[in-house]
């Protein structure tokens, strides 16, 4: 069941960044090159030079190019990648906190927020809020409480499959769903005893 949902635009994601001053996040040699490549890229206003190295500050504009990248690989790293700019966006987020420039967040939301589509009305919008102030608070911005990333589908759990179409990914949906829900609900995992590990 889907209780309500939240759209956003790629103005939204380019704004977010660059309100919060970019982002630093590993840029590999391959990435780089794949983007400065690009005919669009380098066909902007701008067309900013793409860097590789293990810390490279991007704009919103560069930040939205490098988690589009999908042919340089896999749809599994291009996911990847977009995990880890939300982790950098995420500590980004934390820095100003820490650093008390809730102003200065302010004033991005403000400016994002036109950019945001949602069903949520503004009640329902501000109990998030304040439950997801309250969860900061909880876990004393550390980001591996706040912040948890899943690769779907679980490893070992697809295999390619060719279609009229192409090659597709087929997965086993049940596996996935119990899996999901057990990383969810059930995150501690159980040690096994001597006993057990003897009768495997």
């Known amino acids: 069941k889907i209780d309500g949902y939240a759209v956003v635009n790629f103005n939204m994601f380019t704004d977010l960044v660059d309100g919060l001053g970019g982002i630093d996040i590993e840029v590999t040699e391959n990435e780089a090159d794949y983007i400065n490549n690009r005919h669009n890229y380098k066909s902007e206003t701008k067309p900013d030079h793409f860097e590789s190295g293990e810390s490279v500050h991007l704009n919103g504009y560069q930040t939205l190019w490098y988690a589009r990248i999908r042919k340089l690989d896999s749809d599994f790293m291009r996911t990847y990648r977009q995990r880890k700019v939300i982790t950098a966006i995420a500590e980004n987020i934390k820095t100003e906190l ?18 945001i589509e949602t069903s949520l009305s503004n009640s329902e919008f501000t109990s998030l809020l304040l439950s997801m102030v309250s969860c900061v608070a909880k876990s004393g911005l550390e980001m591996d409480k706040l912040l948890v990333s899943q690769q779907l589908p679980f ?33 501690q995992e159980v040690e096994e005893t001597e006993d057990t590990n003897e009768n495997e």
């Not at 967040?105 to 403000?110: E, P, R, Y």
């Not at 009229?164 to 990914?169: A, E, K, N, P």
């Open 98 to 115: 820490l650093t008390g420039n809730i102003f200065g967040l302010i004033s991005t939301a403000k400016d994002v927020a036109p950019n």
């Open 155 to 187: 490893d070992d759990t697809w295999w390619f499959e060719s279609k009229w179409d192409g090659s597709s990914i087929a997965l086993d949906l049940s596996e996935n769903r119990e899996m999901l829900y057990n990383s969810i609900y059930e995150p």
